[in-house]
């Protein structure tokens, strides 16, 4: 499993309220909530991204509050993947079971800006900043977890292993 985009860069504690702004929590539309996000930190955002581009954190990205809509606003945005140094544990989880890679890797957060072209493949762990030929190593997800991502997310997985 691969992606590759461009990358929208942010810093250290993007909060869940600054990923989908809880005025728009109201509804259960995933195509709604994409339209809104991180429109409080980068109003331009979802006029720009396209599908598979990957967003690069510093630390503590997702913490805040529990809410699932902030990893499904990313992920319906188009984003492919989210990478940053850390990210809050109840975000990681969510991400997780909704399906959107993320990986946690300081070197890659430190070697890429905003703009660059990053392609990775989420076998290996393996980050290419393609834009200047730097290669970053991420803890791949363990094979189960790829599985989870693979089918859009825990229920996915669970209805095709039933």
Do not use: W
Not at 140 to 147: N, R, S, T, Y
């Amino acid at each position: 499993m691969k992606a590759r985009g461009r990358v929208f860069k942010y810093g250290d504690n993007v909060d869940t309220d600054v990923i989908i702004p809880a005025r728009y929590l109201n509804t259960s539309d995933f195509k709604e909530l994409a339209a809104h996000c991180m429109e409080d930190i980068d109003a331009d955002f979802v006029n720009k991204v396209n599908q598979g581009d990957i967003m690069v954190a510093n630390k503590n990205f997702g913490c805040g509050s529990s809410r699932e809509h902030a990893p499904i606003a990313i992920r319906e945005s188009g984003i492919s993947c989210v990478i940053a140094s850390t990210f809050a544990r109840i975000f990681y989880r969510n991400a997780i079971n909704i399906g959107l890679p993320i990986l946690e890797c300081d070197e890659a957060v430190a070697g890429i800006d905003a703009g660059d072209e990053v392609e990775i493949d989420f076998n290996d762990g393996v980050i290419k900043n393609l834009t200047k030929q730097e290669e970053y190593k991420a803890e791949p997800f363990p094979e189960f977890m790829q599985e989870i991502i693979k089918n859009n997310g825990l229920v996915g997985y669970i209805k095709n292993k039933a």
